[in-house]
């Protein structure tokens, strides 16, 4: 059994910073695209962020140069630095995950649970 768990999710004020993790546990065989999504309420989920397993990066517009997405390979493990935090930005945080499991020939899809950022103005 697969699972992504996430944390670090909180409140903080506008300026501040939070960082989120998300560790992909279970029998894992490979752990491919790794990415950090958000909703907000009455909004469309959209992507924040990506990296790939060679450790290539890209982000939406609105996050460009105030987050960093990183991984450890070694930790099957995501993190997302959230820097110079803006009320907009807050949302539900989902982590997602291309993983290929041991003894399954194929790339399957796994969801963390969310995490909820809330920025004060």
């Known amino acids: 059994q697969v699972q992504l768990v996430e944390s670090g999710g909180g409140l903080v004020q506008a300026g501040g910073s939070l960082r989120l993790s998300c560790a992909a546990s279970g029998t894992i065989n490979s752990v491919n695209d790794m990415r950090w999504y958000r909703q907000a309420p009455g909004k469309q989920r959209e992507l924040v962020a990506v990296?790939?397993?060679?450790?290539?990066?890209d982000y939406a517009d609105s996050v460009k140069g105030r987050f960093t997405i990183s991984r450890d390979n070694a930790k099957n493990t995501v993190y997302l630095q959230m820097n110079s935090l803006k009320p907009e930005d807050t949302a539900v945080y989902y982590c997602?995950?291309?993983?290929?499991?041991?003894?399954?020939?194929?790339?399957?899809?796994?969801w963390g649970q969310g995490t909820q950022v809330t920025v004060s103005s």
């Open positions: 997602y995950a291309d993983i290929i499991p041991r003894y399954v020939s194929a790339v399957v899809r796994y």
């Open positions: 990296t790939t397993k060679s450790g290539s990066t």
